[in-house]
């Protein structure tokens, strides 16, 4: 159905055996309440957080506009001591900016050197350590990220998928998250990872006819709530106040499935990549024939895809 607007099931006390048993094999998005996560919900005030994270210099995003676009990057990356990055990001108007008086800023935790380490809270942030319990719903080998994100309020992160399963622990505030499935990837104009469509509530649709087809799910996020994003699905985030929050991010597939020199979790599996790879080639091949025969043949490859390579579960 065109359009259509589900809500994502809210489940409170689940445990271990029940998210792992009965939930987890579905492979579809789940908020879960009154999972114990230690004192962070009550602790991580903006205050404390400057005081205790200190002058550590992070990396991050500022935007003079809400909806941050990573394809055309209508931002910039900036470096602001953490307890400065926590004191902007909590307020609505500056006295010292980068761009503007209202801009936005955006922290998505780094590992020491991003380029070979990945992000770890509990590495480059060690004195929050102790505020925060991990939900201990997958095996401690299957680990492979927990990344500390900050957001000023009203700021919208583009539409993306990761390759792998992750759970988004909301700390404090307030968050909007709207999700697709993998099986409406056909309709959200992607390059790459990243969907072409920004304004999600009110899309071109003379540009993106296409996008009306998805079907959305969407929940809000309080302090406390942890939702499920399994991988492969898409997922727009709102920050409709100023929140914290950290991602856990685990391997879902065998570590020899990823890509090696993936630090931020969002290189397709290296299958995948393969695959991609080869389909180029064949497209260069076809390349090779009139129009008319190249759509045909084209054609007939995509039939032989979905033939053979499209899961034959309904959702």
Known sequence: MAGQHLPVPRLEG?????????LYPQRKPLVLEGIDLGPCTSKWTADYL??????????????????MDFISKNFVYRTLPFDQLVQRAAEEKHKEFFISEDEKYYLRSLGEDPRKDVADIRK???LLEGDIKFPEFFKEEQFFSSVFRISSPGLQLW??????DNFLIQ??????VVLFSPRDAQYLYLKGTKSEVL????????KYPLFSKARRYECSLEAGDVLF???????????????VGVNIFWKHLPSECYDKTDTYG?????AASRAAQILDRALKTLAELPEEYRDFYARRMVIHIQDKAYSKNSE
């Open 14 to 22: 689940v445990s271990r055996e029940q998210f792992m048993q009965h």
């Open 50 to 67: 400057s005081q205790v994270g200190g002058k550590k210099e992070v990396k991050i995003h500022v935007a003079a506009v809400a909806q």
């Open 124 to 126: 480059q942030f060690p």
């Open 159 to 164: 539409t993306h998928y990761d390759v792998m």
């Open 171 to 176: 700390v404090t505030g307030k968050k909007r």
């Open 199 to 206: 304004n999600i509530d009110n899309p071109d649709l003379a």
């Open 229 to 243: 994003i399994p991988a492969l699905w898409f997922h727009n985030v709102i920050s409709e106040e100023f929140g």
């Open 266 to 270: 969002n290189k397709d599996p290296k």
